[in-house]
């Protein structure tokens, strides 16, 4: 079993930032990624970045070039760096790990992310 542990969260003003972390039990590198993902109120959960243990990484559309996804296998952390916060971003921001084949994937119990004046 693997915990993963949002942090980071909070209530910031149209234009700020904040830098969410995701905290792992265990060793990172074993997942073959990982990713952020939000649901909003009323709305199905989406994936916002994600990145592979070889580095590679995507985004949603509506995050590209505000957010940066990035990984420390050595602390076992995730880190989202999100500049240009708009309303619309509100929502509660999850990490998840992506087992290899035949291995299980996990969730973060999520972070509230508020964006308003």
């Known amino acids: 079993q693997v915990q993963l542990v949002e942090s980071g969260g909070g209530l910031v003003q149209p234009g700020g930032s904040l830098r969410l972390s995701c905290a792992a039990s265990?060793?990172?590198?074993?997942?073959?990624?990982m990713g952020w993902y939000r649901q909003a109120p009323g709305k199905q959960r989406e994936l916002v970045a994600r990145?592979?243990?070889?580095?590679?990484?995507n985004y949603a559309d509506s995050v590209k070039g505000r957010f940066t996804i990035s990984r420390d296998d050595a602390k076992n952390t995730m880190y989202l760096q999100m500049n240009s916060l708009k309303p619309e971003d509100t929502a509660v921001y999850y990490c998840?790990?992506?087992?290899?084949?035949?291995?299980?994937?996990?969730w973060g119990q999520g972070t509230q992310v508020t964006v308003s004046s």
């Open positions: 990145i592979t243990r070889g580095g590679s990484t």
């Open positions: 998840k790990a992506d087992g290899t084949i035949g291995t299980p994937d996990y």
């Open positions: 265990r060793t990172i590198f074993s997942f073959y990624a």
